[in-house]
């Protein structure tokens, strides 16, 4: 058993290093000919100011910002009136009522896009935060990878314990599952996407049906990848971390509920898949104890092996001081997927953002 441990946790590594060799960094800059930056925005008072700050330093011409208020209940809107007004290059757009049958995020995608005309569409979190040259860079880089669609992890900063422990996972998940080199495939099987950082060319996005096809879509990010490639388009995943952050979430509380309603929706809720992760993280989560109960070169070279890959998405994901916490981090992700699919299974519904979703 412990030799079977080593060989699989030597696999895990060696196709950790060797998937992450795939995933092509951002090109030189290159201006588009428009582009409209499209941000939802839903009780986000804490990240208004650093968003407003970001994006004005990251405009260039032809380039408009969008900001749907979608109806918060905190002063999201009296900041974004007081720090934008009435600057030329953003647009503040009123919320509607939230339609029966539309899940949130997808709806306020929805009017964005509609209350917009320029050639290529980035939407982007209200958390995120931009350098000068990220959004000609991610241009440029669709252009170069023959792409219509493109979307990229950011880098994560980490301040609470179970933002160490579970946010960095999301790279983890990519690194250790997606065949980056097949990201291009049009089959829906090879979709990835982060929700946080999409750029779409716009005859491409209506031709799908834009945000419109995927109206109860909670991981929206990958519903609309899937429908891009199940219309024949080729979507990319890129590098995105050296130039795009995302400070995700302000609580323990709120990492938890977040990745909650996403985690087992982002398999499609299918009990297979869930159950082939569990195993593989399971695996995982036993090096540790093993280590120290049955010390050998084969339980030892087998912790060291999961480690060092783990070290290797972090650096390459630029995220500090979270792969120390991997044996944990593998075990409250087991924890959360195990709860995510229990909760499916009895039918419970999700709540987030003041709306409840069934």
């Known amino acids: 058993m412990m030799v079977i441990l080593f060989v699989v946790a030597t696999l895990v590594c060696l196709y950790t290093f060797i998937n992450l060799s795939f995933l092509p960094k951002l090109s030189e800059p290159v201006l ?17 100011e650093k968003l ?4 004005r ?32 290059q953003f647009t503040i757009i009123d919320g509607l009522d939230l339609p029966s049958g539309w899940a949130g995020k997808v709806h306020a995608c929805h009017q964005l ?18 350098t000068a040259d990220t959004i000609p860079r991610l241009y440029a880089t669709l252009q170069n990878e023959h792409a219509v669609f493109l979307s990229g992890f950011p880098s994560f900063p980490v301040p609470t314990f179970l933002g160490k422990c579970l946010i960095p996972m999301q790279h983890v998940l990519i690194a250790q599952h997606l065949p980056i080199a097949f990201r291009k495939v049009k ?32 991981v929206d990010d990958l519903e609309l990848c899937r429908a891009f490639k199940q219309n024949g388009f080729t979507t990319t995943l890129v590098h995105v971390a050296p130039y795009v952050s995302c400070d995700m979430y302000a609580t323990n509380r709120d990492v938890w509920q977040g990745f909650l309603k996403n985690v087992f929706r982002g398999m499609n809720d299918s009990y297979a898949v869930g159950s082939y992760f569990l195993l593989f993280y399971l695996i995982q989560a036993a090096a540790l104890p093993l280590v120290i109960l049955f010390p050998s ?26 792969w ?8 409250l992700y087991v924890i959360l997927l195990a709860t995510a699919m229990i909760r499916r299974f009895n039918k419970r519904e999700i709540s987030w953002k003041g709306r409840t979703y069934s």
């Open 113 to 130: 896009a509609n209350a917009t005309h320029e050639d290529y569409l980035l939407f982007l979190d209200a958390d995120i935060t931009l």
């Open 57 to 88: 330093q990251a405009l260039h011409p032809n380039m408009h910002v969008y900001l749907y208020e979608d109806r918060s209940t905190d002063q999201t809107r009296d900041l974004l009136i007081r720090l934008v007004g009435r600057e030329d």
């Open 324 to 331: 120390f916490w991997h044996p944990l981090a593998v075990i």
């Open 297 to 322: 070169f084969w339980t030892i070279g087998a912790f060291l092996m999961i480690m060092m890959a783990r070290y290797r998405i972090d650096r390459k994901a630029m995220i500090s001081h979270a």
């Open 52 to 55: 407003i700050h970001s994006l």
């Open 187 to 218: 089959h829906p099987a090879f979709a990835a996407a982060n929700g946080m950082v999409v750029l779409v060319e716009r005859q491409a996005y209506e031709h799908v049906g834009g945000h419109q096809a995927i109206q109860m879509a909670l």
């Open 32 to 48: 588009p000919p428009s582009l409209a930056i499209c941000i939802p925005l839903r009780n986000e008072e804490r990240n208004v």
